[in-house]
């Protein structure tokens, strides 16, 4: 019950939340693509391809079960702002870009570069694979950066009541 006393409060969007929620899910959607299609179904890679074939597999299973709950933590968050109409949908749109483009650009610098975990692809030059890779995460993060500073200068010029 509303106290007739007390003035409603009108939903505030809160555009921080909303961006970095999304920008969880969009990670955990990535890995999810990375883990689905290139570690089962075309089976190139496993997380870890320093050891044997039953670490590997062990590896993908933790980085299996990781994104899974990245991906339902950050939907309890997304609903959580929908609930609360605190959703900045412009947003949210830009995070989920900056989340699926971050992971696949620190997959592909760190986890295939530095770290050496794991290529894309064994027994063939990877050089073409590495640059498809990056250059697509890179594309996907400068979407989400480009859509978020579209949605800062909105959110700036809308009035505040």
């Known amino acids: 019950m509303n106290d007739p006393e007390r003035p409603l409060r009108r939903p505030r969007p809160e555009p921080r939340r909303s961006l970095a929620v999304c920008a969880l899910i969009g990670a955990a959607l990535m ?25 590997g597999l062990l590896s993908d299973g ?8 990245a991906l339902v ?3 309890f968050l997304y609903a959580d702002l929908r609930r609360r ?3 900045a949908a412009a947003h949210a749109r830009a995070g989920l870009f900056i989340g699926l483009g971050a992971f696949q650009l620190f997959d592909g610098v760190v986890d295939h570069k530095l770290l050496r975990l794991h290529q894309i ?3 063939t030059d990877v050089t073409p694979y590495d640059w498809a890779w990056n250059l697509g995460g890179l594309a996907l993060l400068l979407i ?7 949605a800062a200068r909105r ?7």
Do not use: M
């Open 31 to 55: 890995a999810a693509v990375d883990e689905i299609v290139f570690h089962q179904l075309l089976a190139w890679h496993h997380f870890y391809d320093r050891s044997t074939t039953d670490i």
């Open 62 to 69: 933790l980085l299996h079960t990781a994104e899974l709950l």
């Open 73 to 75: 933590a950050g939907f």
């Open 85 to 87: 109409r605190a959703l």
């Open 121 to 123: 692809r064994y027994g």
């Open 144 to 150: 989400g950066c480009t859509l978020a500073l579209r």
């Open 155 to 161: 959110s700036r010029a809308e009035p505040t009541t």
